[in-house]
Nanobody, 125 residues
Framework: QVQLMESGGGLVQAGGSLRLSCTVS????????MAWYRQASGKQRELVAS???????AYAHSVKGRFTISRDNAKNTMYLQMNSVEPEDTAVYSC???????????????????WGQGTQVTVSS
């Protein structure tokens, strides 16, 4: 199977920086796109940033220019560099990966979504 493990969360002051990491273990699926989501208390989960297998990125309007998503395929790790953080960035941050694998000789593929357990980021004002 595939497992995702986040690290790097914690308490940071407004205006500070934090870097989250998401390490992928297991090789039963090929990992395609990856993303960071967050969920603040009492709110719905929202997409923060995504990155394709080729490195194309996309960001939520609220974090554009402050956060940077990247991935190191050789290390099976995705990162989220968070700069100029704001109290509104306080949330549980979870990593997501889309996995695919070939299931028969004709090349048919199945897709599965994988999630990490999340890491808390708290920004103090």
């Amino acid at each position: 199977q595939v497992q995702l493990m986040e690290s790097g969360g914690g308490l940071v002051q407004a205006g500070g920086s934090l870097r989250l990491s998401c390490t992928v273990s297991g090789n039963s699926f090929d990992i395609n796109s990856m993303a960071w989501y967050r969920q603040a208390s009492g709110k719905q989960r929202e997409l923060v940033a995504s990155i394709s297998s080729g490195g194309s990125t996309a960001y939520a309007h609220s974090v554009k220019g402050r956060f940077t998503i990247s991935r190191d395929n050789a290390k099976n790790t995705m990162y989220l560099q968070m700069n100029s953080v704001e109290p509104e960035d306080t949330a549980v941050y979870s990593c997501y990966a889309e996995g695919t694998k070939v299931v028969n000789v004709e090349g048919a593929k199945v897709k599965r979504d994988f999630w990490g357990q999340g890491t808390q980021v708290t920004v103090s004002s």
